[in-house]
């Protein structure tokens, strides 16, 4: 689909080494696919003087397109995982312990290392090109990447920050001198005193003073920190107000965010300049509906081996397993379970959850065969054979290409017809109505505020922010477990079955085990 000759790749050069800007001056390369040289190196390190960035200049190089897919979709799972803290209502603190193990996984900013600025980089102005479509994703890029500066700059030493700050050649955002500090340092601790007690929790003079002395202080006019002026958090003078540097922050994220939501209306702009190139839209398409989060690799991320043989076509209707089921894989059981029988996408949705949490095709032909024939059932086995032995066993890639089948992510189950009547496949969090999800969402012991959050996630579509809530809050000290295992991605939002009942089983064994 990306094969392209070499002629009309060299067509599509948007830049030039030469091209010279509008005040004259020759335009350099930011980056190169290959390696950089000792211009283009110090260009790079400037950008990254301070280890972050407001993402000013647009990158000009080169790269292939494997890098740019891969890129993007690790900044991707940063950003997704981001949106689900703040669906579920996270605090700041929280976020960063959720986040800090996906960026040293997926985006490591580290100070000596041009590879990982570069990607970082990169990352971002190629999320740019897919979020910059339409006001909701739009808004969402914007929320997620400034919490994400956010999480960043609260990382950085004092001396870092203070760093960043001067990098930005920003007239309201310059530090006092200490001579000027010292003149007003009754006034600026008497202001700032009452927001290190109940901010920073230095319930202790001492420790205020000692905090104090180390701080610098940011004069700006009072009107761009008016909210903080209204609350006497600033100290006031001639029309200026003093910000302390530790609530800087709120000042710093909002120029981004102005920043960047500029930038993406100048990038919706040109996007039609954009569509000649049958290499990028494909992919941008992809990632914009969101495909990393929701992309299963079973081999990486569940325990699917089946451990001491605990997953057989007994054990799957044992309460013990099927506590560990999401509300779709519970659906199906019971639609099993009241009717004998399921059409074709539950039982491919079903049989494919099975196979991923370990049961193997010999047991998955006595579960089906019993759920079928036995028990009320109105087939004979005979006719099962004949009917549906072959789908069960093809799914298992023993007939036909043999081709290893995943199971269904989240992404998938959605992509799916709606249920109809008769059917249980599907998301109950899209299908059913408000009445019945509260209904079992009561069975499962929620509380009155935690159905009503669920609920206003299935409201805005955000289906997998929803079972995330019922997982949390189904089991409780989730957060505080270390994720799951060293087979499991360390992100905290479910968009898969499969890693919900992983996720599930291994609370549910460490909980007995404490118990």
Request: hydrophobic letters at 30%.
């Amino acid at each position: 689909m990306f094969r392209q000759s070499r002629k009309r790749i060299a067509n599509r050069r948007n830049f030039d080494s030469n091209e010279l800007k509008s005040d004259g001056s020759s335009t350099q390369l930011i980056f190169n696919s290959g390696l950089l040289n000792e211009d283009e190196r110090k260009l790079y390190e400037k950008i990254y003087d301070s280890k972050i960035s407001f993402y000013e200049l647009p990158p000009q190089g080169e790269i292939t397109l494997d890098q740019f897919e891969t890129w993007a979709i690790d900044r991707l799972k940063v950003l997704l995982e981001i949106e689900s803290c703040i669906s579920r209502n996270k605090s700041i603190k929280e976020i960063e312990i959720i986040i800090k193990p996906l960026l040293q996984k997926y985006l490591p900013l580290n100070a000596d290392s041009l590879d990982d600025k570069k990607k970082d980089y990169y990352s971002h102005y190629i999320l740019r090109l897919c979020f910059c479509r339409s006001k909701e994703l739009r808004d969402k890029f914007v929320r997620a990447e400034t919490l994400l500066f956010k999480l960043r700059y609260t990382m950085l030493t004092s001396t870092d920050q203070s760093k960043f700050v001067n990098s930005l050649n920003l007239p309201l955002l310059q530090f006092i001198s200490q001579e000027e500090k010292k003149e007003l340092s009754q006034q600026l601790f008497t202001t700032i005193s009452p927001a290190l007690q109940f901010q920073l929790n230095l319930t202790d003079d001492q420790q205020r003073r000692q905090f104090f002395q180390q701080e610098k202080f940011i004069k700006l006019p009072f009107e761009n920190v008016i909210d903080l002026v209204g609350s006497r958090q600033v100290f006031l003078k001639n029309g200026y107000a003093y910000l302390p540097q530790f609530q800087q922050l709120n000042l710093l994220s909002t120029e981004f965010s102005n920043k960047l939501s500029d930038e993406l209306m100048k990038t919706y702009q040109f996007l039609p300049r954009l569509n000649e190139d049958d290499r990028l839209i494909p992919i941008l398409h992809h990632l914009s509906s969101g495909y990393s989060i929701a992309d299963f690799q079973s081999s990486q991320q569940f325990n699917s081996s089946n451990e001491d043989n605990e997953i057989n076509a007994k054990s799957v209707y044992s309460k013990e397993i099927s506590e560990c089921y999401p509300l779709c894989v519970k659906n199906l059981m019971d639609g099993l379970n009241e009717t004998h029988h399921l059409r074709y996408n539950g039982r491919q949705q079903l049989s494919f959850f099975l196979k991923g949490i370990g049961l193997s095709c010999d047991e998955a032909m006595n579960f089906w065969t019993d759920a079928f024939t036995t028990k009320g059932g109105h087939l004979t086995v005979d006719k099962f054979n004949k009917e549906y032995r072959y789908n069960f066993r093809h799914n298992y890639g023993l007939e036909g290409n043999r081709i290893n089948y995943k199971p269904w992510d989240c992404r998938t189950i959605l992509s799916k017809p709606r249920p109809a009547r008769g059917e249980f496949h599907g998301c109950p969090y899209r299908d059913w109505t408000e009445e019945k999800l509260s209904s079992e969402l009561n069975k499962l012991n929620l509380s009155n505020h935690a159905i009503t959050s669920v609920l206003d996630s299935c409201k805005k579509n955000e289906y997998t922010f929803a079972c995330t809530k019922v997982f949390e809050e189904t089991h409780p000290g989730i957060e505080n477990q270390s994720n799951a295992s060293e087979n499991t991605d360390a992100s905290s939002h479910i968009a898969h079955p499969n890693l919900y009942f992983d996720r599930a089983r291994q609370w549910q064994k460490k909980h007995k085990k404490d118990n």
